[in-house]
């Protein structure tokens, strides 16, 4: 067994009297798309925030690469590890070109402290190529707002790569997009994975999840109910069927 990129063991999280999430454990290895499954308030955007460093864990131990996290985690610890996230509509400026938002807030500089527009541009090409932008309409110096869905994702993903993620965490990113944007956004995680980073893939649609994850991890009200390789799963109907068994099995309790 190979040690995993990242665990969460035994993480709980209460906002006040709300217990976000309780005892969770799950792991993330490296080069593997993991799809992260749950209805509405069921605890993905908490869990990914504890990822981020944007929340503190009330309880649990989080572990890197097989070693505990010491003294306490927090959004720089989170980025120096290579977690970058992608948060559903904060994740691009639409009225700057696709290079500035990869290079956003961390812009190639001379040793002036010049933005080296051409060396970024350069950069930028070689990224939408290694990602699979295959449109010749686009160059870098296209602005996001006159790209789709998909291609924004595609974006926000070559922005992580640039910058070796360990880890890309995706929020929800094919929700309302396309059956061909879609596949777009799957193209482009599997360039990532292709590039040796991991993938966390959010979403409420089983179906989506089901195409592109090598395993998936169930959340329910706060608690993972279940965790499958897809060679263990028949087909995207089953993975439905077993949610719904944890519903029920839920609503009982
Ligand atoms: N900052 C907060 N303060 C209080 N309660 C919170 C806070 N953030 C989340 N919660 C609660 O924690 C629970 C889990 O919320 P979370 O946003 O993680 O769910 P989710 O799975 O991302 O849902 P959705 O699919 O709707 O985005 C909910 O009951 C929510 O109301
Ligand atoms: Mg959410």
Same mark, same amino acid.
């Given at each position: 067994m190979?040690i995993?990129?990242i #665990?969460?063991?035994?993480?709980?999280?209460?906002f006040?009297?709300v217990n !976000?999430? @309780?005892?969770v454990? =799950?792991h993330?290895n490296?080069?593997?798309?993991?799809? $992260?499954?749950?209805d509405?308030g069921?605890?993905?955007?908490?869990l990914?925030?504890?990822?981020a460093g944007?929340?503190?864990?009330?309880?649990?131990?989080?572990?890197?690469?097989g &070693?505990?996290?010491e003294?306490?985690?927090? %959004?720089?610890?989170a980025?120096?590890?290579?977690?970058e996230t992608v948060?559903?509509d904060r994740?691009?400026?639409?009225?700057?070109?696709?290079?500035?938002?990869?290079?956003?807030?961390?812009?190639?500089?001379?040793?002036?402290?010049?933005? &080296?527009v051409?060396?970024?541009y350069?950069?930028?090409e070689?990224?939408?190529? #290694?990602?699979? =932008? @295959?449109?010749r %309409?686009f160059?870098p110096?296209?602005?996001?707002?006159t790209?789709?869905?998909?291609?924004?994702?595609g974006? !926000?993903?070559?922005?992580? $790569?640039?910058? #070796?993620a360990?880890l890309i965490? +995706?929020? #929800?990113? @094919? @929700?309302?997009?396309? +059956?061909?944007?879609?596949?777009?956004?799957?193209?482009?995680?599997?360039?990532a994975?292709?590039?040796?980073?991991s993938?966390?893939?959010?979403?409420h649609?089983?179906?989506?999840?089901?195409d592109?994850?090598? &395993? =998936? %991890?169930?959340i329910? &009200?706060?608690t993972?109910v279940m965790? !499958?390789?897809k060679s263990e799963?028949?087909?995207?109907?089953q993975?439905v069927?077993?949610?719904k068994? =944890?519903a029920? !099995?839920g609503?009982?309790?």
């Amino acid at each position: 067994m190979s040690i995993p990129l990242i #665990e969460f063991k035994n993480i709980t999280k209460s906002f006040g009297s709300v217990n !976000a999430l @309780t005892n969770v454990s =799950f792991h993330i290895n490296e080069h593997e798309i993991v799809g $992260l499954i749950g209805d509405n308030g069921a605890g993905k955007s908490t869990l990914i925030k504890i990822l981020a460093g944007v929340h503190a864990p009330s309880s649990g131990e989080i572990w890197l690469r097989g &070693r505990r996290i010491e003294g306490g985690w927090n %959004v720089a610890k989170a980025h120096a590890a290579g977690i970058e996230t992608v948060y559903q509509d904060r994740a691009l400026a639409v009225q700057h070109t696709i290079a500035s938002n990869i290079f956003m807030g961390r812009e190639i500089t001379s040793p002036l402290g010049l933005i &080296r527009v051409r060396k970024q541009y350069e950069e930028a090409e070689r990224l939408m190529r #290694e990602i699979g =932008f @295959t449109s010749r %309409v686009f160059t870098p110096d296209s602005v996001i707002a006159t790209l789709s869905g998909g291609e924004r994702q595609g974006v !926000a993903i070559a922005r992580a $790569l640039y910058f #070796e993620a360990e880890l890309i965490v +995706l929020d #929800e990113p @094919t @929700t309302a997009l396309s +059956l061909i944007e879609t596949q777009k956004v799957y193209n482009f995680m599997l360039a990532a994975k292709e590039k040796g980073s991991s993938v966390l893939f959010i979403s409420h649609n089983i179906y989506h999840a089901y195409d592109i994850a090598d &395993r =998936f %991890v169930i959340i329910d &009200r706060g608690t993972v109910v279940m965790q !499958a390789d897809k060679s263990e799963i028949a087909s995207a109907e089953q993975l439905v069927q077993h949610m719904k068994d =944890f519903a029920r !099995a839920g609503h009982h309790a």
